[in-house]
C-alpha cells in the first residue's frame, strides 16, 4: 500500500460551495486557486467515503416504488450506500474483477444501480448499457468493453431485461459472471434456481465486509473509471473512456457554480446509462450530501410519475427540478392542481437547446426560470452550467466551468472546426480543453474526428459567446432527434430506408409531439419512373432499424427535396413540414368532432420555419368561428412548436 492509497488516507470533506457563482468573474474567483489545491480527491470512491463520514444517516437515496405519493418509499443513508459500495466492490474483486476489467450493467432505476456504478468504479472500470438497444449492438459494445461481469435486472417487466441478459451471456468471450439483481421487494424463493454461471447479487454482496477495500487498491485520478458509449443508435459501438479524475472534477465544478449543498433534495429522473443521470445528477448531487430521488424503475417514462409529479414535489419536497427539455415539454401539460411547489429554487435543463416558446410556458404555468447547461459524454457529463439567480434567454447555456478554456472557430468549407477564432458575438463550432475532458475512445480510430489538430474536443455544437461571458447554442451540427430524452441519430432512419430501390433522396427530422417532444419522421423522394407507397416504406425502415424508440412514426413522399445553395438536404424546411402535417391532423380531427364541411374548414400553412399558422374564415366557420379558434388554440398549446390561430 502507498500513502495515497484511498482505504488508508484519513476522510476528507465532502464538497460544498465555496460561495455563489453568479458571474465570469465569480468563476475567475475559484481558479485564483491552483487546481490541485482546490481539488485533491482522486476517485469516486473517495467521493463517498468522505460522504459516508460526513453524513452518516442522513438520507442519500430514496426510491419510489411506485408514482402514487401515498406509497412508501425505501430510503438509504449515506453510511448505508458507502457499505453497500465497499460490498459490491469486495464482491467483484473476489470475481477477479481488476483495475482494467469491466463490469456491464443493464438496469432499470433503482437503488442497486449506485451500488453497481460506484462499487464498479471502486474495483474496475463500469459500462453502462442502453436497455433498449439490440442484443447485436449489447454484445458489440460489451465485446468491444471487453466485459467480465454483467448486473443485470432479474424481471422481463422493464425492457425485457433479464430475458435480455440470458440471451447475452454466451455471446460476450470475455464474460464470466451475471449477478441478477432482484426487483424491489421481490420474496426470497421468488428467483428459483439460477443457471450455472449466474448469481445473486444481494446473496453474494452481503456476504463481503462493508467497511473497507479488500483488495486496498490505490486508485489514481488518470485510472478508467468507466465506458460510456455514444448515441447507441449508430451501427459501430464507439466507447468513450472517463478517467476518475475527470469524474471528481464534474462533481466538484457542478457543486461550486450550481451551488449543491447538504440542504438539497432532487428528482434524478435521467436514466443511469446516461452521462447526465450518472454525473451531473448522481454523482455531484452525493458528493455535496444532497437525497437523490430515484421515481420508480421507469423513471420519467413512467406516466403515473409524470401525471403525479407536482403532487410528488409537494410530498418530497425537492430544491432542485431537472429535466430535458422535452419532458417539461410533457409536465407542461399537468395541471398543478393545488400542489404546492415552493420548495423548487432552482429549474435546469440540458442535452438539447430549449425553445424560446417552451421557456415561457414553463415560466408563466410554474413561476420557474428554466436555466440551461451543456453537457455531452465527452466531457464527463457537463462542460457549461447557468446557475442559480443567473436569467438569461433560451439558448443560453451558461459559463464554461473553472479551469476550462472554450473557444468559439469559424467553420471550414466542409462544416468542421477551423483554426480561426471568432470574437463574442460571432457564431461558430463550441471548442473545448477541460480537466473532465474524456480520455478518448476505446477504439483510437474514432479520437480523429473528436479532436481538432491542437488537441480540443470538438463538439459539434454552434455557439456564441455573449457580453456576460456566457455560451448561447444556436444549432446542432448532428440535428438529433430528442425522444422523451432518447438522442435519435436521424442518420440510423435514413440509411434504413435509403436502403429501399425505389428511394431516391431521404431524411429524417423530429416531428413536434406533446408528450415525447419530438417524433420521427422521414422525408423522400423517389427514383424517377419508380414506385412505392407511404405504408410500404415506413413497414421497410422499421424492419431496419434496432431501438424502437428511433422507428419513424411516418415516411412522407414528396416530389423534391428542399436543399441548401450548396446541394445539402435543407432540415429545418423539414421540420416546417412534419410541424404543419402535426397541426393540420390535429385540426382536421377537431373539425370531424365538430361537423363542418370542407369548404369551411381552417387552412393551415407554414409561416417560416418557426410558426405554422391556422387561419379560420370567420364567414364559412359562421357561429362556430370563436370557439373554433378557442379550441384549436387549447389543441395546439402543449405542443413544443410555435402555433398561431387567426379568424379573419
Request: glycine letters at 10%.
Amino acid at each position: 500500500m502507498t500513502g495515497n492509497d484511498n482505504t488508508t488516507r484519513p476522510d476528507g470533506a465532502p464538497f460544498r460551495p465555496l460561495f455563489p457563482v453568479r458571474s465570469l468573474a465569480d468563476i475567475r474567483r475559484l481558479e485564483e486557486t491552483p487546481l490541485e489545491q482546490a481539488l485533491t480527491v482522486r476517485s469516486t470512491y473517495e467521493i463517498f467515503r468522505n460522504a459516508g463520514a460526513a453524513f452518516g444517516d442522513k438520507t442519500a437515496l430514496t426510491f419510489l416504488r411506485t408514482g402514487n405519493p401515498a406509497d412508501a418509499p425505501i430510503r438509504w443513508s449515506y453510511a448505508e450506500l458507502l457499505a453497500g459500495i465497499h460490498q459490491t466492490a469486495n464482491m467483484l474483486h473476489a470475481l477477479g474483477v481488476g483495475p482494467e476489467d469491466a463490469v456491464a450493467v443493464l438496469l432499470p432505476g433503482c437503488l442497486e444501480y449506485h451500488l453497481a456504478l460506484w462499487g464498479g468504479e471502486a474495483a474496475g472500470i463500469v459500462q453502462p448499457l442502453n436497455p433498449l438497444l439490440t442484443d447485436e449492438k449489447l454484445v458489440a459494445l460489451m465485446t468491444a468493453g471487453r466485459a467480465k461481469v454483467l448486473i443485470a435486472y432479474g424481471s422481463d417487466s422493464e425492457s425485457g431485461m433479464w430475458s435480455k441478459a440470458m440471451r447475452l451471456r454466451g455471446q460476450v468471450p470475455t464474460l464470466t459472471t451475471v449477478l441478477r439483481v432482484a426487483p424491489h421487494d421481490e420474496a426470497p424463493e421468488a428467483a428459483g434456481a439460477l443457471p450455472e454461471g449466474v448469481s445473486g447479487f444481494d446473496e453474494l454482496r452481503r456476504a463481503q465486509p462493508a467497511d473497507r477495500l479488500v483488495s486496498g487498491r490505490d486508485i489514481a485520478p488518470t485510472d478508467i473509471a468507466a465506458y460510456f458509449h455514444t448515441g447507441g443508435t449508430t451501427g459501430a459501438p464507439k466507447l468513450a473512456r472517463h478517467s476518475h479524475g475527470a469524474q471528481v472534477f464534474t462533481a466538484w465544478a457542478s457543486v461550486q457554480v450550481a451551488g449543491m449543498n447538504a440542504q438539497g433534495i432532487s428528482i434524478n429522473g435521467y436514466p443511469l446509462f446516461h452521462v447526465a443521470g450518472v454525473l451531473p445528477a448522481s454523482l455531484a448531487s452525493l458528493s455535496a450530501g444532497v437525497e437523490v430521488i430515484i421515481p420508480t424503475p421507469s423513471l420519467l417514462r413512467n406516466k403515473e410519475v409524470l401525471a403525479n409529479y407536482w403532487k410528488l414535489v409537494e410530498k418530497y419536497r425537492p430544491t432542485s427540478l431537472s429535466a430535458v427539455p422535452t419532458v417539461l415539454a410533457a409536465l407542461a401539460n399537468v395541471p398543478l392542481d393545488g400542489a404546492d411547489i415552493s420548495s423548487i429554487g432552482y429549474c435546469r435543463t440540458g442535452a438539447a437547446v430549449l425553445s424560446p416558446e417552451l421557456a415561457a410556458r414553463f415560466e408563466r404555468l410554474f413561476g420557474l426560470h428554466v436555466h440551461e447547461s451543456l453537457g455531452m459524454t465527452e466531457m464527463a457529463g457537463i462542460s457549461t452550467i447557468t446557475p442559480r439567480g443567473v436569467e438569461g434567454p433560451a439558448g443560453c447555456v451558461g459559463f464554461a466551468l473553472p479551469y476550462m478554456r472554450m473557444r468559439i472557430v469559424a467553420l471550414d468549407e466542409h462544416g468542421n472546426a477551423s483554426d480561426r477564432d471568432l470574437p463574442p458575438g460571432e457564431q461558430g463550432m463550441v471548442l473545448f480543453k477541460s480537466p473532465n475532458l474524456f480520455s478518448g475512445f476505446v477504439d483510437p480510430v474514432d479520437n480523429a474526428k473528436a479532436f481538432t489538430a491542437d488537441g480540443w474536443l470538438a463538439t459539434g455544437d454552434l455557439g456564441w459567446i455573449d457580453g456576460e461571458g456566457r455560451l448561447n447554442l444556436s444549432g446542432r451540427s448532428k440535428d438529433l432527434i430528442i425522444r422523451s430524452g432518447h438522442n435519435i441519430d436521424p442518420k440510423v432512419i435514413e440509411d434504413a430506408l435509403g436502403a429501399h430501390p425505389a428511394v431516391q433522396l431521404c431524411a429524417a427530422v423530429g416531428a413536434p409531439d406533446a408528450y415525447a417532444g419530438e417524433l420521427p419522421v422521414v422525408f423522400a423522394t423517389l427514383v424517377p419512373g419508380a414506385s412505392a407507397t407511404e405504408d410500404e416504406l415506413l413497414a421497410f425502415t422499421a424492419a431496419r432499424v434496432d431501438e424502437a424508440p428511433a422507428k419513424p412514426r411516418s415516411v412522407i413522399v414528396i416530389e423534391n427535396m428542399p436543399m441548401t445553395n450548396v446541394g445539402k438536404i435543407y432540415k429545418p424546411e423539414l421540420r416546417a413540414m412534419a410541424a404543419s402535417r402535426v397541426v393540420a391532423a390535429t385540426v382536421a380531427q377537431i373539425c370531424d368532432e365538430l361537423g363542418m364541411a370542407g369548404d369551411a374548414r381552417p387552412r393551415v400553412q407554414g409561416a417560416g420555419e418557426s410558426l405554422v399558422e391556422v387561419r379560420i374564415d370567420a364567414a364559412a366557420a359562421g357561429r362556430l368561428a370563436a370557439a373554433m379558434q378557442e379550441r384549436i388554440r387549447a389543441a395546439l398549446a402543449p405542443l413544443p412548436f410555435k402555433t398561431r390561430v387567426l379568424v379573419e
